[in-house]
């Protein structure tokens, strides 16, 4: 029966839709892309997930896997907020420009080499600070060779205007040099009050910048696509009169920030959009759409391409190897092993406690796995949905006790309470439907699932990224946890 069951599960995860799928769903802000050898290359958002930045390899543009990170510590100037990592490659070096928040100021961009894309990587520190911040770095060379930066000042985060900057950049990408230079700024009222996610790429005499303009983020954004052309790379730079060029649809809604891509004689543009069924919860998703130059030199995209669905229909882990594809918070680096075919995740006292945990894919999911009953009553691990440190979900064991709990805005409340017989083990659920409507079961000894009343999740994503769940572990001790599964159905 088991087999039959996880067998017809796995099956969804093959089949074939007629509406536009996500290439790398689930949370992947911001992607970008780039070729070495055979191989295709892709990095996106984490911002305060680590580790930070994936590194995703694939050799069809379609079909994407996980095999790193470029940053398994965080680079000794950063704290926080590592946002729109660009991957490069040039005369057999992998670079990654990044944004990062710095330590006592505020945003920076930022450069990281390697030898080969699996790295390791060696920071070489930020290139620009603006005192109101410096995201979305670009490299791109001139008609004359010369190799440049571009990034965009964050003027509105201070209700300003957003110009694009360029300045010449060294060949060992460690400084700037001469003085920046403005390409363009948001001038234009479909543009609203920004500018970003510059890419940019030549062809047939022009160089295009593709760009991100209004507002990125969460259920109400408003993000939209276009594209601007200069002869020359310092300008003047030309926005197109067909603006925007990339506009939500009934599928995907505020798409913006990728990264042009040649394949096999074709253009494709990878993306990010947020599904209009799980919006935030499940976060903006890499899509992957082809385009071509117009007679009168402009871009036109062409219609969505039905792809396979890549969603996972069933994520497992057993906990007999480490993994590369659980995270955890930025600010509290957990302390886990894995040994014995169960994780063992040392908790902490602070805000939420300490927890790892999986990207959503869907708004319709069930997570569930097997945790140690606590031996103290100082120890409290669980299940849980997490949007962050100050905003969480969860079933918890401790002691004597199931208690269903959330954190909201940094303030704790139990909202529910059973008592536990002696069993050495239980097996948590949470099941959750249109995104934010959780019912948490639980099941003992192996008889059938007890349901909690349904909670609401609406709370729990941060304006910047999306819901993730996982195992949790708040107080003093170790929590033991073994079988996570998350099972996916589709939108």
């Known amino acids: ?100 928040h710095k330590k006592g100021g505020n945003l920076c961009v930022a450069v990281a080499s390697a030898d080969k894309p699996e790295g390791p990587w060696k920071d070489h520190g930020p290139l620009m600070c603006e005192s109101d911040g410096s995201i979305d770095a670009f490299p791109m060379r001139d008609e004359n060779g010369k190799l440049h930066l571009i990034w965009k000042e964050d003027g509105n985060s201070i209700r300003q205007p957003t110009p694009i900057w360029i300045q010449e950049m060294n060949e060992e990408r460690t400084a700037l040099l001469g003085e920046k230079k403005e390409l363009f700024r948001n001038d234009q009222p479909w543009e609203a009050n920004l500018v970003e996610g510059v890419s940019m790429m030549r062809h047939g005499g022009y160089f295009y910048a593709f760009y991100a303009a209004a507002g990125c983020c969460g259920e109400g954004c408003t993000y939209v696509s276009g594209v601007a052309r200069a002869k020359n790379l310092l300008g003047p730079w030309e926005k197109f009169s067909g603006n925007p060029i990339l506009t939500s649809d009934e599928t995907w809604k505020c798409p913006g920030h990728g990264t042009p891509i040649e394949k096999d004689g074709k253009y494709y543009f990878l993306y990010h959009a947020y599904s209009t069924k799980s919006t935030a919860y499940s ?115 401790q002691k004597g006790e199931l208690l269903v709990w959330k954190r909201e805005k940094g303030k704790d409340k139990v909202l529910q309470t059973l008592p536990l017989s002696n069993a050495k083990t239980v097996i948590l659920q949470a099941q959750v439907k249109n995104a934010k409507e959780v019912t948490f079961k639980y099941l003992i000894n192996g008889k059938n699932m007890q349901v909690f009343d349904s909670v609401d999740g609406a709370f729990l994503p941060p304006w910047d990224r999306a819901v993730r769940v996982g195992v949790i572990a708040k107080g003093e001790g170790t929590g033991v946890f073994d079988n996570f599964l998350l099972r996916s159905e589709k939108e």
């Open 283 to 397: 976060g903006r998703q890499g899509l992957l759409r082809e385009f071509e130059f117009t007679p009168d030199g402009w871009i036109a995209f062409k219609a969505p391409v039905a792809t396979a669905n890549q969603v996972p229909a069933v994520v497992k882990d057993d906990f007999s190897k480490a993994s590369n594809l659980w995270n955890w918070s930025v600010f509290h680096w957990p302390e886990y092993q894995t040994k014995g075919g169960k994780l063992h995740l040392k908790a902490i006292p602070e805000q939420a406690g300490v927890y790892l945990a999986r990207k959503t894919y869907t708004g319709n999911y069930t997570a569930q796995v097997q945790v140690e009953v606590p031996k103290t009553t100082d120890l409290k691990s669980g299940l849980s949905l997490i949007g962050d440190d100050d905003n969480a979900l969860g079933l918890s064991v």
């Open 1 to 100: 029966m088991k087999s039959i069951f996880l067998t017809s599960l796995l099956a969804l995860a093959t089949a074939t839709y007629a509406q536009q799928q996500a290439v790398i769903p689930g949370d992947h802000a911001d992607p970008s892309v780039t070729k070495i050898g055979d191989t295709y290359w892709a990095s996106a958002t984490s911002s305060n997930w680590a580790p930070e930045y994936p590194l995703l390899k694939s050799k069809d543009l379609i079909h994407w896997q996980t095999v790193g990170y470029i940053f398994p510590k965080l680079p000794d100037w950063a704290d926080y907020y590592f946002w729109a990592p660009e991957i490069s490659y040039e005369k057999g070096k992998v670079y990654a420009y990044y944004t990062a």
